[in-house]
């Protein structure tokens, strides 16, 4: 029988959209070992994370049972806006490579936020509200998440504070603004509405503020009040399963046309879009139903996978967060200046890292200018202009192209175009102007960081 | 039978772009007068228009006969990295406005320039291409259509060069680098690399440039070589041609629900968007087909439609353009600082303005701070951030819906969305610190401009 002819774009219809996520976690053999309460050492129970976090988060968090979860009706509804994201046949990319490869690839960038995160940010938003909570609070570094918890946040009446490195608020103002048209509330950390904020201000009076910064002053401001929740845009588990609504599409969106991907490619910062996107095929890959090679990138400024070291360690860098086993470089590790500020993160999420650890997966280290040439070249062929995150995942896409070029190999290629660059372009602009430079860490810069890896009885034994 | 329920967006397949453009021209009972030579006052022909302009667009430019024309296969191709663009049911609007009234938008923000531009950006290139030009080259105010055609320019290896004027150059950086990495180059305007670039520096050093500085750079530009043409983005008949795809996708995906418009509204800058989307209603109008009510939407600080004349001018400041009869507050009228950059025209397409004359159409002038305050609206109840051009549309959209509150009425209002406001946070910032103003012409503003309205017979006959 022939083949449909695929289209350019396969969207499939808004019936068509997942009515429950994928719990990857529940499909691995072996479970990534749980969280610690750092205090104590012991597992993190759904107490531990109470004043923290929104209880049906909680619950999502530590449920390794169930494959698959329901999507509420509000949240389907949320997504009907800006989903199904489109599944983009490359025929453009492949005509300009000469390539024999099929490349697909899921784009998450059609929306207002411009990236992935909304997928998430709508689910916290609405089990918040659900909860009776007036409020709930973050942090931001480059933007994007902050960016898409204000439009949830807007959608169901919440009142949210963004806690916004305030290096990145000043340098990024226009990311602010949009949050800010979103009616969130948008403060530049370290500030003077917490303790946290104020002690940091008293040590080091015109710092520019970090992430593990805007972390504490977030925690701070929801652990100080009964109507107030922290929500995180990554490296969760219950982040990586609202992001399986990615994996999910792409594989509903392929299956119509009878297509079977042989390697999916996705960029790797906390790890929620890698996680998503791989979500069920990875599931089918360790029941032994398909034989996928999943590769993650991660920049070779902050390569917490290929360099890393698998121990507990905290997820901020202010130590205020429970301990999770993961790919980690410390979470002292300082990476030098990197576009992509997404995929700056020290550690990866404990999912992600488990099936690297066993085998599942692989992982691959790129240049910032080598991303840089990959996303120029994708913006003049697609059209989209990409987000440098997404960028790596479309620089790998092209390396493993090139080589089916070389093998006359016709392997089905996918990736994960997370997001656009609309806000990056100073980032571009030092591209254009040939002033990019890479910085690969030095192995004592490395040694740096891992210095700062909690000396626990845990990472003894492991 | 029970009508097929309605999604939030209604994708056409790629097969459903349309094989034809609709000349609205040919359509028109009365056509508009039609374009004059300066020098000689007589009507253009293809040989005035020659030099400037590709051969095939001044092909278009001229027929009024044909009501349907091909649109080639090479520009459909292109068409399918980004249409058939979403039509798109506010269904989140109408229950935030709690109105009887169904609202629908046809989205043209949903690629990489960020607006309908690429429409005709697209068309423009190929036709330079096919006719065998190496080069082409426009002039830029907010960058909108700079990136549009720096994108189709890359597509189709065409060299572009696009003069940008200088103070938005260095207002928005960013739109700058979008297109220099699509390839374009980007020159200041006045720049020292052209005649009447070096006039303007010499008279006037340090001047931040204008628009019509930059159309006499581009113009020079292009009839100084013989592999060289001048595109531009709005205004003409083969522009508004090219946007008929707008129009064309929106009814089509209406009539598939058995759904019928009232009432349909566009910003009114240039005209090409609003030409555009009621091209093939429009054309049923006049045949008696429809009772459709047609509303332009116009800034209140630039008001060509609704306090402008109807007289012959300049599309240009620097007064070097044919003279096409149109609503105009005169050539050296001079819009007080509004941030709807697509919108500070002192003319209109003249496709449009004879539309208005004739009484097929109303328009409409709205202030600034109301516009914003309807974005603001919209971005929040539909997630996307609009562009402020856009959102005069929506602004009279959301005004017509609580119009049908109060009477009960249930009218069908489609509106266009042009584009995204990702390049237009100063003035959301603006909007957001409650420092927005609007600014109203006088009636001696408007007299300082209709003194620039050229006096040549033709005026005195009209």
Redesign the interface.
Known sequence: MAKKPI???I?L??DEIPKQWYNLNAAMKRKHDPFLNPATLQPCTADDLRPVFCDECIEQELDRTHEYIDIPEEIRSFY???RPSPLVRAY?LEKALGTPAEIYYKFEG???S?SHKLNSAVAQAYYAKKQGLKSITTETGAGQWGTALS?AS??FGLDLTVYMVKVSSEQK??RR??M????AKVVASPSDTTEAGRKILKEFPGTGGSLGCAISEAVERAVSSDSCRYVLGSVLDHVVLHQSVIGLEAKAALEKYGVQPDMIIGCCGGGSNFGGLIAPFMGEKIAGKNGIEFVGVEPASCPSLTRGRYAYDFCDSAKITPLARMYTLGSGFMPSPNHAGGLRYHGMSPIVSELYHEGYMRAVAVEQTKVFEAA?QF???????PAPESSHAIRVAIDEAIKCKETGEKKVILFGLTG?G??D??A??Q??DGAMTDRIPTDEDLAQGFATIPDIPQNKEN
């Open positions: 289209p350019y774009k969207y219809s808004e009907k806006m800006y453009c059609n929306n207002t411009g439009m807007a959608y103002p226009h603004e949009v800010r048209t979103y009616g120029e913006a003049r062929t697609e059209g989209i202009l656009t609309y806000f372009m100073t571009y602009k591209y254009n």
